[in-house]
């Protein structure tokens, strides 16, 4: 059973910077991609970034590769999501994930996505 844990979520200041972690435990059956979204309360869940970990391939959507950065730590099994010049409507529940790679693993789709953490709380005051 794969278990996801985010952390470094917490609250932080218009311009500021912020850096989440996502500890991968248990068996990664269902492959060896991992994701970062985000969803405020009556939105869709959107993908920012994801990282292939055994091609160590990273693809960040668009709307976030200027400020936001996904790494992942092959030794640790932990993926990173560093946030700077963060703004007001960065303020969301942020979730990691893990999937098989599958079609849309790197946009990222969440549809793609099969085991989920129980997400973290990003709250940017301006």
């Known amino acids: 059973q794969v278990r996801l844990v985010e952390s470094g979520g917490g609250s932080v200041q218009a311009g500021g910077s912020l850096r989440l972690s996502c500890a991968a435990s248990?068996?990664?059956?269902?492959?060896?991609?991992m994701g970062w979204f985000r969803q405020v309360p009556g939105k869709e869940r959107e993908g920012i970034a994801a990282?292939?970990?055994?091609?160590?391939?990273?693809r960040h959507a668009p709307t976030f590769k200027d400020r936001f950065s996904a790494s992942h730590d092959n030794a640790t099994n932990t993926l990173y999501l560093q946030m700077n010049t963060m703004k007001s409507e960065d303020t969301a529940m942020y979730y990691c994930?893990?999937?098989?790679?599958?079609?849309?693993?790197?946009?990222?789709?969440?549809?793609?996505?099969?085991?989920w953490g129980q997400g973290t709380q990003v709250t940017v005051s301006s």
């Open positions: 990282v292939q970990t055994i091609a160590h391939i990273t």
């Open positions: 248990g068996r990664l059956s269902y492959g060896p991609c």
């Open positions: 994930a893990a999937g098989i790679c599958d079609a849309g693993w790197s946009k990222p789709d969440p549809k793609a996505y099969t085991d």
